[in-house]
């Protein structure tokens, strides 16, 4: 079955970056987009944008441009969600999801990614 | 950017039917298919596919679930609620990007 598995937890300090990987298990990796959603404590979802594994192409929610990098690695299908100038602002949960379909719609989730940016 | 708002708490009793609105800031329908899918979400989990667009129930979701509407109107109706559908559901848009969320709404038991 469809299986995305995400990296554990971070805590970091204001100012860096953290990089998120999100292993993808059960399907044909290079072949269907990836998204990348935020959710902060007791807040909704936002998504953040998408990359597909097959050719690197990606597309970003203009908010998070020059905050988050979508990359994936073909040989250990696996997406990765790089955020940078890290601030309070940017702890939450990230969630990785599968694109099922070209309706838009994510049918499979990762457990999601808790980050922490504190001093 | 499409905004989708939906009712932050709905009471609902066991063995009644909970109705979940969310009204898109514009319509998200192409002809007739309706690019708005709901998802549901326990504490400390991840979003769970239920509808895709507007009206398909997802593989492996229980026919208590469904869903309607189109243009800028789309609803997620559960009849019966069971205990484990106390949750927290989301509306989402691929209309147009970038793809929006609802702020959700939480059921709870009165």
């Known amino acids: 079955q469809v299986q995305l598995q995400q990296s554990g937890a971070e805590l970091v300090k204001p100012g860096s970056s953290v990089k998120i990987s999100c292993k993808a298990s059960?399907?044909?990796?290079?072949?269907?987009?990836m998204h990348w959603i935020k959710q902060q404590p007791g807040n909704g979802l936002e998504w953040i944008g998408w990359i597909y594994p097959g050719n690197g192409n990606t597309k970003y929610n203009q908010k998070f441009n020059g905050k988050a990098t979508l990359t994936a690695d073909k040989s250990s299908s696996t997406a990765y969600m790089q955020l940078s100038s890290l601030t309070s602002e940017d702890s939450a949960v990230y969630f990785c999801a599968r694109l099922g379909g070209s309706s838009g719609v994510m049918d499979a989730w990762g457990q999601g990614a808790s980050v922490t940016v504190s001093s | 950017d499409i905004v989708l708002t939906q009712s932050p708490v709905l009471a609902v009793s066991l063995g009644q039917r909970a109705t979940i609105s969310c009204r898109a800031s514009?319509?998200?329908?192409?002809?007739?298919?309706?690019?708005m899918h709901w998802y549901q979400q326990k504490p400390g989990q991840q979003p769970k596919l239920l509808i895709y667009?507007?009206?398909n129930l997802a593989s492996g979701i229980p026919a208590r679930f469904s869903g309607s509407g189109s243009g800028t109107d789309f609803t997620l109706t559960i009849d019966p609620v069971q205990a484990d559908d106390i949750a927290a559901y989301y509306c989402q848009q691929s209309r147009e990007s970038p793809w929006t969320f609802g702020g959700g709404t939480k059921l709870e038991l009165k």
């Open positions: 514009q319509s998200v329908s192409i002809s007739s298919i309706n690019l």
């Open positions: 059960g399907y044909t990796f290079t072949s269907y987009d």
């Open positions: 667009r507007a009206s």
